[in-house]
């Protein structure tokens, strides 16, 4: 059973185009993390969300936790292919728990 | 300072086969983490450490053996490799575990094949 769950799973869209992606469970968590993982490296901390309703934006990511601190939404507005990647939720606790992940490919 | 890093890059094994995974940090971490990653499977946990000299199991433990020596070094073992244990692994560290604003770092990951 995944303790988080992403969609989509998989996304292609064209530069300049907006996109949102999903991190769920049912469970309540203190915090969650987001990561970018780049083809052959590993993931790299984007963001820390910690408070139910919370929005923190990081240039054109804006990222979003759920008022009841059970899901959270990763927007980007006007993708470039430098976002290209692997979005991956995480659960910060006594240990890690990762999301499936979300691969994200925007062509030029 | 280099991060985290991990030796060997790549490595291909035959079932049956031994080998140990190496993981260091420059940054003083107390917690390393060993991670496999699978396709539509995201990262999952094979143990970790809180500190020198202590390890503890993860989410997929199984068929993997660790120690952690000194503090900053992290060895992740197979003792009789697997074809399913074919993957990427991934160790990370951190300054804490839990709670907010905490980051792991990672390294660029070992990429194993098992024939």
């Known amino acids: 059973t995944q303790l988080l769950e992403q969609s989509p799973q998989f996304l292609s869209i064209q530069e300049g185009e907006n996109l949102t992606v999903y991190c769920n469970s049912s469970?309540?968590?203190?915090?969650l993390q987001w990561y970018r993982q780049e083809p052959g490296e590993g993931p790299v901390l984007l963001v820390t969300v910690v408070t139910g309703g919370e929005v923190k934006k990081l240039k054109r990511l804006t990222f979003q936790f759920g008022d009841a601190r059970k899901d959270s939404s990763l927007h980007i507005t006007a993708a470039q292919p430098g976002d290209t990647g692997l979005y991956l939720c995480?659960?910060?606790?006594?240990?890690?728990?990762f999301g499936t992940g979300t691969s994200l490919t925007v062509i030029p | 300072n280099a991060g985290v890093t991990q030796t060997p890059k790549f490595r291909v094994l035959k079932t049956g086969q031994s080998m140990t995974l190496l993981c260091a940090q420059d940054?003083?971490?107390?917690?390393m983490y060993w991670y496999r990653q699978d396709p539509g499977m995201g990262l999952r946990l094979i143990h970790y450490s809180v500190g020198e000299g202590t390890t503890a199991k993860g989410e997929v433990p199984d068929g993997y053996n660790v120690s952690r020596l000194k503090k900053q070094n992290f060895l992740l073992g197979l003792e009789s490799a697997a074809p399913s244990q074919t993957s990427v692994y991934f160790c990370?560290?951190?300054?804490?575990?839990?709670?907010?604003?905490?980051?792991?770092?990672f390294g660029p990951g070992t990429r194993l094949t098992v024939l």
């Open positions: 469970s309540v968590f203190s915090s």
């Open positions: 990370a560290s951190s300054y804490i575990s839990g709670g907010a604003g905490n980051e792991q770092f």
């Open positions: 995480a659960h910060t606790g006594n240990q890690f728990y």
């Open positions: 940054m003083n971490h107390e917690y």
